[in-house]
Structure formats: structure tokens, C-alpha cells
């Protein structure tokens, strides 16, 4: 293992994984950036090698599949792993009826199983070496909503990823572990999210900078659930008052709005 520790981070070629790359770097740590588009991912890392003069690994993976999940721990297992960004993930927008189930597949095998499977492998990982490491999920405030229609998987994708992260972090509270599970929950963030899930948020979002610079904060502040906005944690709040199905149908008209329905 390098002496140097490394942060790993998932979807690591644009958007909030990108801002993390940076933040990291600019702390001195070594990286290794994960997404599926090895050349940015190449390109990327000569900047942060050439600028920060640390190690930067590159590990081209598709994490909708078991294999790049596997791949992607058989690499990561031979490095002094610090921080985790478990943040790959996308969205769909639409009737549930009409939306694309090969789509919604692989996104319920990023969003939900890979973010699982790595999350497991990182915690017994770090208390194989006896390190007090970082594991950051990244979810949405959709997680911890009551449901979202016309974005109807995405948003049980994200419940799941929310309370996993609860549970666990949990349980290692009351084991006495130092190991860190947070989870990540903005509301509009402006990424390529948007043009992946068709659509255009009514809400004018927050820069991928903003939301990963609160995200690391709120960490290193040891929060289980960041929620950068703080407009949003006021409509969260109250959301919690609110009957399901009422809740529910709020969301629905909110969502249809970026149909432009």
C-alpha cells in the first residue's frame, strides 16, 4: 500500500464526483476515479497528477454489472483507502407504465445493488486494517421523501440508499466503530443528471462545487444525512407532517413540471 492514503471515488468523471476529485486533491490524497468513461477519466487524472503531484488511479468500470463491481473491489483492495465516495448513480423521468425497463434496471443496479455491494466490501475493508475511514453515499432529497411519481424507481432507489445508510451507520455507532457512514441528499444539482433522466427541474439547482464542498464538511462533521440546501431541510421537515398519500401528490405535481405537463 502507499504511504499517501487514497480517495475513491465512484462517477468520478463529471458533476459532484468531479468537485469531490478536486476537493481531494487539493487536500493531498492520492485519488482513484471510477466511472465508465475511461478517456475523460485519463484526461482528468493527467490534470490532477500534473497540478497536485499526487496518484491518481483510473479504473474504467460499468457498475450497472456484477463484473464491474467486481472489478472495481479487486483493484480498490490493494490501496490505502482513506475516503470512499460511493456516488455513481442516475435517474428516468416518466409515467412508470411508459419508462424504459431496461433503463430502470440498470439504475436500480447502480443506484441500489452496487452502492450496497461496495459499501459492504469498503466497511469490511476498512475494519480488516483497523481504519476509521469515510464511506459517503450519495442519495437525494427524493430518499427522504414519501414517494415520487414520474420518477417512481429513482425515488425508491434513493429511499433504499437513505435508509441503508441510516441502519448501517447505526449499527456501527453501537459497535463503538469509528468507520463513517453518511449519506449525501441534495435537491437540484446541476449535472448531467438532468439531461440522463429527461428532465428540467422547475427548482433552480445548486452548482456540483456547492454540493460536494457541504457534502465534505457535513462529513468530516460526522452527519449521517447532509442536505446542502437549507431551503429544502424547512420543505423536508414539514413534508414529514404530511399524510403519505397527500405528500405523494404534491410530488406528482411538482414532477410533472419537468415533463412541462
Known sequence: ????????????????????????????????????RENRLRELADKMEGYYGIDCKVISADLSTSKGVEEVCKKVRHLKVEFFLNNAGFGDCGAFSETSNSKEQSMINTNVKAVQALMKFMIKYYKHHKIDGYILNTASSAGLLAAGP???TYYATKAYVTSLTVAVAEELRQEGS??????????????????VANVEFALKGISARDCARTAVRGMFLRKTIIVPEKYLRFVLAGAKVLPRTFASRLTAHQQKKKLGK
Open 150 to 152: 414520474y420518477m417512481a
Open 1 to 36: 500500500m502507499s504511504t499517501r492514503p487514497y480517495a475513491v471515488i465512484t462517477g468520478a468523471s463529471s458533476g459532484i464526483g468531479l468537485e469531490y476529485a478536486k476537493i481531494f486533491a487539493r487536500l493531498g490524497y492520492n485519488l482513484c476515479l471510477i466511472a465508465r
Open 178 to 195: 469509528g468507520i463513517y457512514v453518511g449519506c449525501l441528499c441534495p435537491g437540484p444539482v446541476n449535472t448531467e443528471f438532468n439531461d
